[in-house]
T-cell receptor
Framework: KAGVTQTPRYLIKTRGQQVTLSCSPISGHRSVSWYQQTPGQGLQFLFEYFSETQRNKGNFPGRFSGRQFSNSRSEMNVSTLELGDSALYLC?????????????FGPGTRLTVL | AQSVTQLDSHVSVSEGTPVLLRCNYSSSYSPSLFWYVQHPNKGLQLLLKYTSAATLVKGINGFEAEFKKSETSFHLTKPSAHMSDAAEYFCVVSGSGGGADGLTFGKGTHLIIQP
C-alpha cells in the first residue's frame, strides 16, 4: 500500500504571499491531520479533517486553513505568509475507527518564507 | 488536557550499548502513547504504540517501551544500539476519541550513536 504523499516537497515564498500544500492519505484512510514542525516550537497540531469536515483545530491563527475532498485528499492553505511560517509541514492519515488509531506521516513539505 | 515531557534533549551512547530515552506524560483520559522516530529530512515513522493492552510494548528494530501508570512514564529502550538508530525520537500522547485533540508531541530526544 502506498504511504502518505505530500506535494510539493519544497517551497520558497516571500512574505505576504499565500501557499497551498497538498496531502494524499493512505488508501482507505478517511482522516487527515496537519502538523507544523519548527526548531523552536517543535511539532504542533494544526487541524484534522474527516469526511470533508474539520473535526478539531489547534491553536493557530485564521491564516491557516484547510479542506478535504471527497476522495479524502486534503489541502492546507496559509495566507499572508510571515517569516515565522517557515517550517516543515507534515500531514498524517488514519483510518478513523473511533479508537486510538495510529497516524501515519508523510515526508513533509519544507516551506521557506523570505 | 494532555502533555508530554521528554526528559533528555540529547542522549549519546556507544554502538552496542543499551539505549534509554525517557518520557513522562500527563493526560485527563486513559492515554494512548506512541514513540515515533524521525531521521534527517524524513517524515515520522511509528516505532511502537500503547493502547491499554499489555504494558510492555514491543516495536520495530528491537525497540520496546513500558507503560507505568503509577509513574506516568513511557520510557523507550533498546538492548544494543546500532549506528542506524541515530535520529530524533518523539514521545507522543493521544487523547480520547481517537485522537480528537490531535497528537501532542514531546520536544524530542536527539539520539547520538558513538562508534
Amino acid at each position: 500500500k502506498a504511504g502518505v504523499t505530500q506535494t510539493p516537497r519544497y517551497l520558497i515564498k516571500t512574505r505576504g504571499q499565500q501557499v497551498t500544500l497538498s496531502c494524499s492519505p493512505i488508501s482507505g484512510h478517511r482522516s487527515v491531520s496537519w502538523y507544523q514542525q519548527t526548531p523552536g516550537q517543535g511539532l504542533q497540531f494544526l487541524f484534522e479533517y474527516f469526511s470533508e469536515t474539520q473535526r478539531n483545530k489547534g491553536n493557530f491563527p485564521g491564516r491557516f486553513s484547510g479542506r478535504q475532498f471527497s476522495n479524502s485528499r486534503s489541502e492546507m492553505n496559509v495566507s499572508t505568509l510571515e517569516l515565522g511560517d517557515s517550517a516543515l509541514y507534515l500531514c498524517a492519515s488514519r483510518s478513523w475507527t473511533g479508537g486510538p488509531d495510529t497516524q501515519y506521516f508523510g515526508p513533509g513539505t519544507r516551506l521557506t518564507v523570505l | 488536557a494532555q502533555s508530554v515531557t521528554q526528559l533528555d534533549s540529547h542522549v549519546s551512547v556507544s554502538e552496542g550499548t543499551p539505549v534509554l530515552l525517557r518520557c513522562n506524560y500527563s493526560s485527563s483520559y486513559s492515554p494512548s502513547l506512541f514513540w515515533y522516530v524521525q531521521h534527517p529530512n524524513k517524515g515520522l515513522q511509528l516505532l511502537l504504540k500503547y493502547t491499554s493492552a499489555a504494558t510492555l510494548v514491543k516495536g520495530i528494530n528491537g525497540f520496546e517501551a513500558e507503560f507505568k501508570k503509577s509513574e506516568t512514564s513511557f520510557h523507550l529502550t533498546k538492548p544494543s544500539a546500532h549506528m542506524s538508530d541515530a535520529a530524533e525520537y518523539f514521545c507522543v500522547v493521544s487523547g480520547s476519541g481517537g485522537g480528537a485533540d490531535g497528537l501532542t508531541f514531546g520536544k524530542g530526544t536527539h539520539l547520538i550513536i558513538q562508534p
